[in-house]
């Protein structure tokens, strides 16, 4: 089974702070990807990696950065924190070749005071 | 401007009925669609997709059909059972060779005992 780590469930950060959130998944699998899910929004893509060091910006990546240093890991990095970027957070990766699923994780509860 | 849209944003089912998950989107050129369950506090799992040259594919008391004419799919559920309560999402693939797919907004479903 493929398993996808977020590195926290629950966070709560004040204004202004630099915020990273993690995600590693436990399959090889090349690509990575970043959501955001808001109520009547559904899930919107920030950024996603389709490779070691390659990003893509996503439909919303304002206000983020993401890093992908290794294979297995994916950051999403808040440069300045705020209240709007108050969001539950889902990381997913997927195998290469573009009609594969992508697997989640189970979501960061991201609070910014 | 929401490219693939949910219009129930729930949905209650007596156990052993059908439930029917609906989501229309608005290009043409999207051609590979999926769809996931999401239960509260888990990320959203797989369940079912199916390619624009189809228009039925089906996994057990799953179904999902495809009208491309009227850009428009849904999810069958039969019969329904308390298990499947969730929030279900359909998500399109943009083009050809890309890894982005657009989420609808989702839909609750409550399947009663």
């Known amino acids: 089974d493929v398993k996808v780590t977020q590195s926290s469930r629950y966070l709560v950060k004040r204004t202004g702070e630099k915020v990273f959130l993690e995600c590693v998944q436990d399959?090889?699998?090349?690509?990575m990807f970043w959501y955001r899910q808001d109520p009547g929004l559904g899930l919107r893509l920030i950024y996603f990696s389709y490779d070691v060091k390659m990003k893509e910006k996503g439909d919303i990546p304002e206000g983020y950065s993401v890093s992908r240093e290794k294979k297995e890991r994916f950051s999403l990095i808040l440069e300045s924190a705020s209240t709007n970027q108050t969001s539950m957070y889902l990381c997913a990766s997927s195998s290469q070749g573009a009609r594969q699923p992508q697997h989640f994780g189970d979501g960061t509860r991201l609070s910014i005071l | 401007d929401q490219q693939v849209k949910q219009n129930s944003p729930s949905l209650s089912v007596q156990e052993g009925r059908i439930s029917i998950l609906n989501c229309d989107y608005t290009?043409?050129?999207?051609?590979?669609f999926l769809w996931y369950k999401k239960y509260p506090a888990e990320g959203p799992t797989f369940l079912i997709s199916?390619?624009?040259?189809?228009d039925k594919n089906e996994d057990g008391r799953f179904t999902v059909f495809l009208n491309k004419s009227a850009k428009h799919l849904s999810l069958h559920i039969v019969p329904s059972q308390p298990g499947d309560s969730a929030v279900y999402f359909c998500a399109a693939r943009a083009t050809s060779g890309t890894y982005k797919y657009i989420f609808g907004t989702g839909t609750r479903l409550k399947v009663l005992a």
């Open positions: 399959m090889d699998h090349e690509n």
């Open positions: 199916i390619s624009s040259i189809k």
């Open positions: 290009n043409s050129m999207f051609d590979y």
